[in-house]
């Protein structure tokens, strides 16, 4: 009997990645093939987003797609919560998933193709790592699920329930079996990475032979330990990160923070009812940066939140002028629906809010921009992403991450490959990018 093949379509964040890679690493182990095309796969799989709502309308599209080509579609994910929404479009759908919910999938796929039974997952092997669907050289690493704040603009608690940290022990074993298969660089994500462990009460659990508490300083210095890049994402300003700025400094990980701040005026922070923000924030800013001057930070915001007044805009344009962050994005509010901040009072009008991104986007452009003109002449360090069709290598700098930032186009004499780290002289730099050549 021939193995069964799957056909997996993976929207949203890299938390929605992590969760297709746990499925298409389960469905592997028992001897399903990934098909790269709709029209070999006996099931695909859609792994939606439904964050805001062009990201549902995205999935969707997606979900449409797959099933024009393919017809016998699974839909897992953020927006499974939302069944009706998406049986209403599309009837024909085989199954609706949740996040998380790796066994529904799977169980729902076994009934769309059933799997060959003759597949012994003791020689047919699946690589140590898992299933990536990042390039080989990096990988992101989840380690919580939930969340325990309830931003008023976020619905992801509900989705997706309150902070699960994982078994320090076997976030370490994943992290070290990504490095054995060739993984340079780890980005640590979850939904609240400051605060991993305080559903454990921090409990100490063993990896090596040896305790090392559940709780991000140790899980950062354990890891530190493995020889690869290692960047924190999804960090809220907790007194705890004053920890790690030290370990950033050493070089022992990347000294990268990102901070989704989402704004700086207090009445609209209090409305988003948004975690560990004081107005001391600006202060801590400056010390990291005393103590790490390497230190990037990346934030995203939010304009236009309900009663933003121009008060408040120009507040946050003065914050972003002292804290001179190094990587910014920024949305314009839109109403998700079961959020609690749809209730609230003086929503801003659309023109309002587009002039605000504009002048928000200018004003830290030239902030971003002129952070990077610093770095000319400078030697930094180049991790090795793709060699483009002219044979030349493109990479990033500890202070990009990948997708989100900018990256560093690099000269060489030497042939370079993905996944190569090499030092550079930085030669140029734009609003977002940088250009360098290998020493
Ligand atoms: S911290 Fe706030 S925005 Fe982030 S997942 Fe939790 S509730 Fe949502």
Redesign the pocket.
């Known amino acids: 009997m021939s193995n069964p093949k799957v056909g997996f379509v993976s929207l949203g964040c890299p938390k929605a990645l992590v969760d297709s890679e746990r499925i298409l690493t389960q469905l592997r182990t028992e001897g399903y093939q990934i098909s790269p095309s709709y029209e070999n796969a006996d099931v695909v799989v859609v792994n939606t987003c439904g964050f805001i709502d062009s990201a549902k309308a995205e999935s969707l599209e997606a979900i449409g797609e797959a099933l024009a080509e393919n017809g016998k579609v699974i839909v897992t994910g953020c927006m499974g919560v939302e069944e009706n929404v998406i049986r209403e479009v599309h009837p024909s759908v085989l199954a609706v998933t949740g996040p998380q919910q790796y066994e529904e999938v799977v169980r729902a796929v076994h009934e769309a193709a059933p799997p060959n039974l003759e597949h012994d997952p003791f020689t047919d092997l699946v690589p140590p790592q898992g299933i990536k669907l990042t390039p080989r050289h990096y990988a992101y690493l989840k380690i919580s699920e939930g ?1 325990n ?3 008023s603009f ?1 619905i ?2 509900s989705m997706r329930g309150d902070l699960v940290s994982r078994p320090v022990g076997d976030v370490l074993d994943e992290a070290q079996r990504l490095v054995n298969a060739g993984v340079k660089e780890i980005l640590v994500i979850s ?2 990475t400051s605060a991993y462990g305080v559903d454990l009460k921090y409990r100490s659990g063993f990896w090596n032979g040896r305790p090392v508490k559940t709780r991000m300083t140790e899980l950062c210095s354990a890891l530190s330990e493995m020889g690869v890049w290692v960047r924190l994402h999804y960090v ?1 300003p907790y007194p705890s990160v004053d920890e790690v700025i030290p370990l950033m400094a050493e070089g022992k990980i990347l000294p990268y923070l990102d901070i ?1 701040f989402q704004h700086a005026s207090p009445r609209i922070l209090k409305a988003m009812k ?2 560990a923000f004081e107005d001391k924030t600006l202060a801590r800013i400056k010390k990291w940066r005393e103590i790490c001057p390497e230190l990037t930070i990346r934030s995203t915001f939010i304009v236009g939140f309900p009663g933003e007044t121009e008060e408040d805009f120009q507040y946050l344009l003065d914050w972003m002028s002292e804290a001179q962050l190094d990587r910014v994005g920024c949305f314009q509010y839109s109403p998700v629906e079961g959020a609690p901040a749809n209730e609230l009072a003086d929503p801003v009008p659309d023109d309002v809010k587009q002039d605000r991104w504009e002048r928000f986007m200018a004003h830290q452009q030239a902030i971003s921009a002129a952070r990077l003109q610093t770095k000319i002449g400078r030697e930094i360090s180049v991790l090795v992403d793709e060699i483009d069709e002219d044979g030349d290598a493109i990479g990033r700098s500890s202070a990009d991450a990948p997708e989100i930032d900018g990256c560093v186009y690099l000269s060489s004499e030497k042939t370079l490959k993905p996944g190569d780290i090499v030092r550079a002289v930085v030669t140029d730099a734009d609003e977002y990018d940088l250009w360098a050549d290998v020493k």
Do not use: F, V
Request: aromatic share 8%.
């Open positions: 969340c704040h309830r931003c976020c992801i608690p939904q609240d809220y989704p948004r975690p």
